[in-house]
Every structure is written in structure tokens, then in C-alpha cells.
């Protein structure tokens, strides 16, 4: 059974850090697509960063490039999300999702990230 838990959230002050976390059950995280996505109160949920199998590709938003960074232990079955210079903009529960071969697409539960001071 896939299984993906995200943590690392909390509340944090603008221009503080955090750094998410994502663990992969169920499935091996080399045979995956991994990306992380946020959604923001009355707004859709939308793509933050995205990481190919063995880390070849990385994309990111517009809005996060240079703030954020995506990586990947395969060794450890988990995906992580550094953000760094966190603005009041970046508040969303913030979700992981695996695009595995074979399994389809699965999304976590979801972790609460707030900037405010």
C-alpha cells in the first residue's frame, strides 16, 4: 500500500526556515516522480518543486526558485523541501505527491506551514 506522511511544518517567522519532509511507504522512491505542492486558503493547490527519479531534472516555481530546494534520499525513501527566506505568501498546507510507475499518483495528508510574525 503507497503511503506518503509529510511533517516538518510549524509556524515560523518571515525570513525563518523549515525544512518538510516527506516519507515513502509502500513503494520505492526510485521508481518515482516525487514533487511537492501547496494550497493556500481560497486558492487551488498548486506545483512548489518537482524532482525526477534519480534527481536528473528539478523544477520549481517562479515564485520559490532560489528559496527553496527539493532533494531526495532513495536510500532513506524520503523527499525533502528546504525553504529559506520564508515570506507571509509562502502560508499553505503543503502537500507531497508520487507519481510511481505502475501505481499511479498519490498524495499525502498534508502539513500546515504558517509565516507570520
Known amino acids: 500500500q503507497v503511503q506518503l506522511v509529510e511533517s516538518g511544518g510549524g509556524l515560523v517567522q518571515p525570513g525563518g ?7 515513502a511507504s509502500g513503494f520505492s522512491l526510485s521508481s ?3 514533487s511537492w505542492h501547496r494550497q493556500a486558503p481560497g486558492k487551488e493547490r498548486e506545483l512548489v518543486a ?4 534519480f534527481g536528473g531534472e528539478i523544477n520549481y516555481a517562479d515564485s520559490v ?5 527539493i532533494s531526495r534520499d532513495n536510500g532513506k525513501n524520503t523527499v525533502y523541501l528546504q525553504m529559506n527566506s520564508l515570506k507571509s505568501e ?5 502537500y507531497c505527491n508520487a507519481v510511481v510507475y505502475g501505481l499511479g499518483s ?4 498534508g502539513t500546515q506551514v504558517t509565516v507570520s510574525s
Open 17 to 23: 526556515s523549515l525544512r518538510l519532509s516527506c516519507a
Open 32 to 34: 518515482s516522480v516525487m
Open 50 to 53: 518537482r524532482i525526477t527519479r
Open 65 to 69: 526558485k532560489g528559496r527553496f530546494t
Open 90 to 94: 509562502d502560508t499553505a498546507v503543503y
Open 106 to 109: 498519490h498524495w499525502g495528508q
